[in-house]
């Protein structure tokens, strides 16, 4: 299996910025996208971010013109940097995988543990 490590969160205060990572254990035979996500409390897990593996991106509205996601191929990590933070953007953040871990099996999502972050003054 592979564990996706996470790091970055905490207490930001309103209109301040966040700045998450994410990098896998080993390395995947192929990645079809990396992904972050985010859940708030009593709401479903929602998009933020994605990025494939030709680099196309894609943002929730929400996160457009205010986050960047990027991967750096040496260090295979994933960060999304978001700026102009409120409280609405509250929530545990989660980072996604969808890839194949070895040549021949199938497709499969892997989810990091999550990471709070909370906005507030």
């Known amino acids: 299996q592979v564990q996706l490590v996470e790091s970055g969160g905490g207490l930001v205060q309103p209109g301040g910025s966040l700045r998450l990572s994410c990098a896998p254990s080993?390395?995947?035979?192929?990645?079809?996208?990396r992904g972050w996500y985010r859940q708030a409390p009593g709401q479903p897990r929602e998009l933020v971010a994605q990025?494939?593996?030709?680099?196309?991106?894609e943002y929730a509205d929400f996160a457009k013109g205010r986050s960047i996601i990027t991967r750096d191929r040496a260090t295979d990590t994933m960060t999304l940097q978001m700026n102009n933070l409120t409280p609405e953007d509250t929530a545990v953040y989660y980072c996604k995988i969808s890839g194949w871990l070895i040549r021949g099996t199938y497709l499969q999502d892997f989810w990091g543990q999550g990471t709070q972050v909370s906005v507030s003054s």
């Open positions: 080993k390395s995947f035979f192929s990645v079809a996208s």
């Open positions: 990025i494939l593996d030709d680099l196309r991106t």
